[in-house]
């Protein structure tokens, strides 16, 4: 019995230096900013963090799809309402969720808007796993960087106050027309998707509802990603979700995407051209909800219309 107990204080003993070191690791190697130069990860994306406590209308989370094609700057522009777009390069739910998380921490958001292609995208339990302990020990996340260690990254304390001028968007002009042949030709089938991203994206909605804000689902337009298959499923569990769903591929006459010369690569992604089109069209929806208040001219928000005179004068054409 001595024996047993003096085995099970040493795995106690073990448990408890390793937790010491991972939490002693974690804090070291966290970027001391949310800046890329600090070695934060996806830090368009982190500009979240950035932004002044409860001024974001809009929250959008998904993969590239959604970084190419909403500009928040747009609908600043034309409406006076403030989106940002927590985007990253194939976006799986449970990150997209830990965005949200870190969202509503400092953000009272009335729509959140999920880009539909991530609810296509598989992942795996171990995926989960890695994202919880990445959220909760920064050395998971952030390991590799030891190679560029500096004396401020001794401090340990963060740096909040990196902006990001275009709330998440990420600019392209490049043009390579598509083949739309074949492109959302009707049928009544249906493609499936994992059990696990349903799972999550309930858990989404669940949380949106918890800090007030609504899910809207949302398809932009994608001559690679996207056909009627999808549509009719993501169509069926949006009514069972009971939340709105804008499907962009569908709405020809109201996003009149020009698959010659709005796409940057062959239909998958929007260039700043098609990007234009699918933000005026989300500023419009946003305007139909009737629950936003017109910014312009609030001094509170003026970093908006500074945000704009930055971004026009840096790609040389108007919003």
């Not at 073990?14 to 991972?22: E, N, S």
């Not at 500096?150 to 598509?178: H, Q």
């Amino acid at each position: 019995m001595k024996k047993i107990a003096k085995t099970a204080g040493r795995i106690v003993c073990f448990a408890l230096i390793l937790l010491v070191l991972l939490l002693g690791t974690s804090l070291l190697f966290q970027p001391k900013s949310n800046s890329k130069d600090a070695g934060m990860l996806d830090a368009t994306a982190n500009g979240i963090l950035s932004e002044p406590k409860n001024t974001i209308d809009v929250l959008i989370v998904g993969d590239s799809e959604a970084y190419s094609a909403f500009i928040p700057l747009k609908v600043w522009k034309d409406y006076g309402y403030t989106p940002y777009v927590c985007a990253t390069s194939a976006q799986i739910l449970c990150y997209s969720y830990e965005f949200l998380e870190k969202t509503f921490q400092t953000q009272k958001p009335k729509i959140v808007m999920l880009e539909t292609n991530a609810i296509y995208r598989s992942f795996s339990y171990s995926d989960i796993v890695t994202q919880k302990l990445s959220e909760k020990l920064s050395v998971f996340r952030y390991h590799n960087r030891w190679k560029t260690l500096s004396f401020r990254d001794w401090s340990f304390g963060v740096d909040l106050s990196n902006t990001e001028i275009n709330k998440g968007y990420i600019y392209t002009n490049g043009i390579n027309p598509a083949n739309v042949k074949g492109y959302m030709r009707p049928t009544e089938m249906r493609e499936s998707f994992p059990n696990k991203n349903r799972t999550y994206v309930e858990k989404i909605q669940k949380l949106c509802e918890q800090n007030g804000a609504k899910l809207v689902l949302v398809s932009t337009p994608s001559v690679k990603n996207w056909d009627m298959r999808k549509h009719n499923a993501i169509m069926d569990f949006s009514k069972q979700l009971g939340c709105d769903y804008l499907d962009m591929n569908t709405l020809r006459k109201e996003v009149p995407i020009d698959w010659q010369t709005d796409t940057r690569d062959k239909g998958d992604h929007m260039n700043y051209e098609g990007a234009l089109k699918v933000s005026s069209f989300i500023g419009k929806y946003c305007e139909s909800l009737g629950v936003f208040k017109d910014k312009r001219g609030d001094e509170k928000y003026s970093g908006w219309d500074n945000a704009v005179k930055t971004f026009t004068e840096s790609i040389g054409k108007d919003l």
